[in-house]
């Protein structure tokens, strides 16, 4: 089933790289992602929340010739990994974010907690 998942998402990854792509030209390619401003929740509650809120976040692709273009986070919710976060268990995770070729391109950390 997560082999399963996992090519839905690298598949929903390449439709938006295609889209992205589209909108800043052809001529450039992406060299790197990086998150230039996190999301407004970097907290979570064991037992209440169950996935990433990204509202606030927002990601810049590095382009070829230097050119970046930024846009907000959450329209990348299905390919942000949040597989790794536990919200049953208290802790700090690490939430990648991978570039077009599958490599780690930036991350940042979230915090699961017993109680408000």
Excluded at 29 to 56: C, M, N, Q, W
Excluded at 84 to 100: E, Q
Aim: hydrophobic share 40%; with cysteine; proline share 3%.
């Amino acid at each position: 089933m997560k082999i399963n998942a996992m090519i839905k998402k690298i598949a929903f990854l390449i439709k938006i790289l295609i889209l992205i792509q589209l909108l800043v030209g052809c001529e450039s390619a992406i060299f790197r992602v990086y998150v230039t401003k996190h999301p407004y929740r970097l907290s979570y509650i064991v037992g209440y929340d169950t996935e990433l809120d990204l509202r606030g976040g927002e990601l810049t692709l590095g382009l070829s010739g230097g050119k970046k273009v930024t846009y907000p986070m959450k329209l990348f919710k299905r390919i942000i990994n949040n597989d790794y976060v536990d919200f049953n268990t208290p802790g700090v995770y690490t939430i990648v974010v991978y570039n077009h070729n599958g490599r780690q391109s930036d991350s940042f950390e979230v915090t699961v907690i017993n109680s408000r």
